[in-house]
T-cell receptor
Framework: DVKVTQSSRYLVKRTGEKVFLECVQDMDHENMFWYRQDPGLGLRLIYFSYDVKMKEKGDIPEGYSVSREKKERFSLILESASTNQTSMYLC?????????????FGPGTRLTVL | DQQVKQNSPSLSVQEGRISILNCDYTNSMFDYFLWYKKYPAEGPTFLISISSIKDKNEDGRFTVFLNKSAKHLSLHIVPSQPGDSAVYFCAAKGETSGSRLTFGEGTQLTVNP
């Protein structure tokens, strides 16, 4: 069974703080993704990575950065948290692209920025 | 530019009846479609998928139909059960998007006992 874990289920931070969200997967997947989920907007891709030290911008990368130093770990960084970054953050992983691959999600981190 | 749209934010059905969730897409390069289910405070879990070379895929109570000419897919759940109450996301990918999925907004399904 694929397991994707996220460092925190709930997080409360103040405006301007630097925030780290960590994600770890145990299935040796090449691809990892960070999404945010907001009501009425679905899942929006922030960043993804297809290999160690590789990263690609998703649809909404502004205000975020990522780090992938090891294959199993993908970190999302909010350099200076703002209230509009209050959201549910979801990490996912998938094996290298083939027609039928699918993404496996972690439980999510509910981030509140005050 | 919402390339995958789920126009119904919510759907309510009676236990035992059919649930039909709809999804439309605009990108003709999409060739693989997936449905995910999400319970509150959990991550989405994969439910069922369909390739563009098929028009139907069935897995137990779940069937996905694809109408390529209309750029429309639907998820049928028969019979619906209270445990099916969740948010359902439609997702799509194409040859040029690699492993990247484009998700719809989601539909909240409520199955009433």
């Amino acid at each position: 069974d694929v397991k994707v874990t996220q460092s925190s289920r709930y997080l409360v931070k103040r405006t301007g703080e630097k925030v780290f969200l960590e994600c770890v997967q145990d299935m040796d997947h090449e691809n990892m993704f960070w999404y945010r989920q907001d009501p009425g907007l679905g899942l929006r891709l922030i960043y993804f990575s297809y290999d160690v030290k590789m990263k690609e911008k998703g649809d909404i990368p502004e205000g975020y950065s990522v780090s992938r130093e090891k294959k199993e770990r993908f970190s999302l960084i909010l350099e200076s948290a703002s209230t509009n970054q209050t959201s549910m953050y979801l990490c996912a992983s998938s094996p290298w692209d083939r027609v039928t691959d699918t993404q496996y999600f972690g439980p999510g981190t509910r981030l509140t920025v005050l | 530019d919402q390339q995958v749209k789920q126009n119904s934010p919510s759907l309510s059905v009676q236990e035992g009846r059919i649930s039909i969730l709809n999804c439309d897409y605009t990108n003709s390069m999409f060739d693989y479609f997936l449905w995910y289910k999400k319970y509150p405070a959990e991550g989405p879990t994969f439910l069922i998928s369909i390739s563009s070379i098929k028009d139907k895929n069935e897995d137990g109570r779940f069937t996905v139909f694809l109408n390529k000419s209309a750029k429309h897919l639907s998820l049928h759940i028969v019979p619906s059960q209270p445990g099916d109450s969740a948010v359902y996301f439609c997702a799509a990918k194409g040859e040029t998007s690699g492993s990247r999925l484009t998700f719809g907004e989601g539909t909240q399904l409520t199955v009433n006992p």
